[in-house]
């Protein structure tokens, strides 16, 4: 079976302003829950991390250490 990239997680650097994609893919998953995030979703994310995260309470929960 052939894959295409919206079959699997992109692979991102992410910077202060935004992001590259190294591997693409449609989506990557948030890293406090596992959840799917489509990359025209995606807002949260730690820079020093290189972490994507699928809201502003879960990222603020994971780098405040509340997660």
Known sequence: ???????????????PNG?????P???V???ATGD???LEELRYW???LQEAYA????ATRRLT???
């Open 1 to 15: 079976m052939l894959m295409n990239s919206g079959d699997r997680v992109a692979t991102l650097l992410y910077g």
């Open 19 to 23: 992001f590259r994609v190294i591997r």
């Open 25 to 27: 893919g449609h989506y």
């Open 29 to 31: 998953l948030c890293a």
């Open 36 to 38: 799917s995030i489509p």
């Open 46 to 48: 730690s820079v020093e």
């Open 55 to 58: 809201s502003a309470e879960i």
């Open 65 to 67: 250490g509340d997660a």
